[in-house]
C-alpha cells in the first residue's frame, strides 16, 4: 500500500513562516504530482498548490507570491514554504499525490491523501 506522512504545522502568529512536509512511500511505481489542499473550519477542501515531477507548479490565487511548493523527486517529499501568513491561511492542510503503486503484481493509478497537518494563524 502507500502512505503519506505530512507534518510541519503549527501555531503561528501573523506575518510568521511555516513549512510543510510531505514524504510519500510504500509500493509506489511513480509519482506524476504532488501537492496541497487545505480545508478551513466549516468550509469545503480546495487547492493550494501543486507540482509535477518535471516541476511545473500551480497556485491558488489567494497564496501566489507567499507561499512556493517544491520537490525532491529522489526523496519524493513536496515540501510548502508558507511565508507571510495571514489568518484566513488557517486550515488542515492534506498533502497530496497523483501516483501509482504496485499491488497484486499489478499497476495501479490513483490519487492518494494525507492525515492532514493542522496550520493556525493566529496572534
Known amino acids: 500500500q502507500v502512505h503519506l506522512a505530512d507534518n510541519g504545522g503549527g501555531l503561528v502568529r501573523p506575518g510568521e513562516s511555516l513549512k510543510l512536509s510531505c514524504t510519500a512511500s510504500?509500493?509506489?511505481?511513480?509519482?506524476?504530482?504532488m501537492g496541497w489542499y487545505r480545508r478551513p473550519p466549516e468550509k469545503q477542501r480546495d487547492l493550494v498548490a501543486t507540482i509535477t515531477r518535471g516541476g511545473t507548479t500551480n497556485y491558488a490565487d489567494s497564496v501566489k507570491g507567499r507561499f512556493t511548493i517544491s520537490i525532491d523527486n529522489a526523496k519524493r517529499t513536496v515540501y510548502l514554504q508558507m511565508d507571510s501568513l495571514e489568518p484566513d491561511d488557517t486550515a488542515v492542510y492534506y498533502c497530496?499525490?497523483?501516483?501509482?503503486?504496485?499491488?497484486?503484481?499489478?499497476?495501479?493509478?490513483?490519487?492518494?491523501w494525507g492525515q492532514g497537518t493542522q496550520v493556525t494563524v493566529s496572534s
Open positions: 510504500g509500493s509506489i511505481v511513480s509519482i506524476e504530482t
Open positions: 497530496y499525490a497523483d501516483l501509482v503503486y504496485m499491488n497484486y503484481g499489478q499497476n495501479w493509478p490513483t490519487d492518494w
